[in-house]
Structures are given as structure tokens and as C-alpha cells.
Antibody, heavy 121, light 106 residues
Framework: QVQLQQSGPGLVKASQTLSLTCAISGDSVSSKSAAWNWIRQSPSRGLEWLGRTYYRSRWYDDYAESVKSRITIRADTSKNQFSLQLNSVSSDDTAVYFC???????????WGQGTRVNVSS | SYELTQPPSVSVSPGQTASITCSGNRLGDKHAYWYQQRPGQSPVLVIYQNTKRPSGIPERFSGSNSGNTATLSISETQAMDEADYYCQAWESSTVIFGGGTKLTVL
């Protein structure tokens, strides 16, 4: 059974960097069939996919155009986890952030518990 | 950019069948996925690859996808099915979500 456990601060100051981590159990961040996603949810934007990282003999990542200039998703194989960094945040980035696994570019079958992040001015 | 459109709300009487639609350009050429989200919880996959149910999801949940519309159907709807439902598809290695539909069981 795959479990994703999120951690990170719930409050970030505007213009700073939002950083969250998702620890994986029951699978490997280096899996050649899975990919590791970050998604956020807010009343104004609904569910919004931010990006993912995955390993297929080398590391790849895909990012949403809306955040491409500000986002980095990185895997940590030593801790079997992956992280989200979102730079230069504003109040528009206030949301609940989820990590999730997809298998082979298909369904998002396992989700983290969600982290509510408020961006304060 | 690719968009998926869902009705904001659907109402159904207990025991009846609820149908939630998701529209997108040639959506039938892609796989559609459906997620259930109860208040304060993470989304849960209820339908994948248009018609398949993950283990643990009741047979009352079914899906279809053809043309420009994917549909999630919930037969014999129960009070516990009241939740937000989101459709999802892939477009050029990115995930697209619909805006979500609030299902109310009256």
C-alpha cells in the first residue's frame, strides 16, 4: 500500500519561497513506472496541477505553464521523497497543496493528506 | 490550452441515478479519470481509463467516454455519495482538471 506523507510550513511570506516535501512509503521515487506530482486547490482556481518529476533512466520533469518560471520539483532518492519549491509567492498562491502519484501517465491513484499554505503579506 | 467543463452542481434523489458530465474537445480520444472529494479530504480516484473502477470502489460507480463528453454515473445514489467530483485528462504531458461538480443527494 502506497502512502504519501506531506510536510512543510503552513505560512509563507509574500515574495518568499514555498517549500513542501512528500515522503513516499510502499514505492520508490526512482520507480520507472510512476511519476510524482504536485497539485493545489483553491476556491478561485479549483484543482490545479503544478508539475511532476519521474525517472526513466534519467530524471525528467513536466511543469504547468502557469508556474513554469517559478517552480522546481526535485526527487531525493536517499530519503525516498520529493519536494516542491515555488518562488516569489503571492497571495494568489494561497491554497491547499497535495502530492500524488501517477502510474505511466495515467491515473493519480495515491494522494497525500494535503497541506494548507497561506501566503501572508 | 485544453479545457474540461463540468456543471457546477447536480442534484439527485436517494436511490436514483446521478450523471455528471465532463466536456472537452475530442475528449473521447483521450482517457478520462474521475475523482471524488469529500469536504476536508484528499481526492479519491473512482474511475480510471474511462470505465475502470479501482478496488474498493462500489459497482454503483461507472464511467463512459465518447465524442466530446465523458460521463460519471452513480446508480442507487446514497447520502454518502454527496461530494465534489472532478474529471481529469492528460494533454501534452500535463494534467487537466475539470472545474468540479457538487453532487447533492436530496
Amino acid at each position: 500500500q502506497v502512502q504519501l506523507q506531506q510536510s512543510g510550513p503552513g505560512l509563507v511570506k509574500a515574495s518568499q519561497t514555498l517549500s513542501l516535501t512528500c515522503a513516499i512509503s510502499g514505492d520508490s521515487v526512482s520507480s520507472k513506472s510512476a511519476a510524482w506530482n504536485w497539485i493545489r486547490q483553491s476556491p478561485s482556481r479549483g484543482l490545479e496541477w503544478l508539475g511532476r518529476t519521474y525517472y526513466r533512466s534519467r530524471w525528467y520533469d513536466d511543469y504547468a505553464e502557469s508556474v513554469k518560471s517559478r517552480i522546481t520539483i526535485r526527487a531525493d532518492t536517499s530519503k525516498n521523497q520529493f519536494s516542491l519549491q515555488l518562488n516569489s509567492v503571492s497571495s494568489d498562491d494561497t491554497a491547499v497543496y497535495f502530492c500524488a502519484r501517477d502510474v505511466g501517465g495515467m491515473e493519480l491513484d495515491y494522494w497525500g493528506q494535503g497541506t494548507r499554505v497561506n501566503v501572508s503579506s | 490550452s485544453y479545457e474540461l467543463t463540468q456543471p457546477p452542481s447536480v442534484s439527485v434523489s436517494p436511490g436514483q441515478t446521478a450523471s455528471i458530465t465532463c466536456s472537452g474537445n475530442r475528449l473521447g480520444d483521450k482517457h478520462a479519470y474521475w475523482y471524488q472529494q469529500r469536504p476536508g479530504q484528499s481526492p479519491v480516484l473512482v474511475i480510471y481509463q474511462n470505465t475502470k473502477r479501482p478496488s474498493g470502489i462500489p459497482e454503483r460507480f461507472s464511467g463512459s467516454n465518447s465524442g466530446n463528453t465523458a460521463t460519471l454515473s452513480i446508480s442507487e445514489t446514497q447520502a454518502m455519495d454527496e461530494a465534489d467530483y472532478y474529471c481529469q485528462a492528460w494533454e501534452s504531458s500535463t494534467v487537466i482538471f475539470g472545474g468540479g461538480t457538487k453532487l447533492t443527494v436530496l
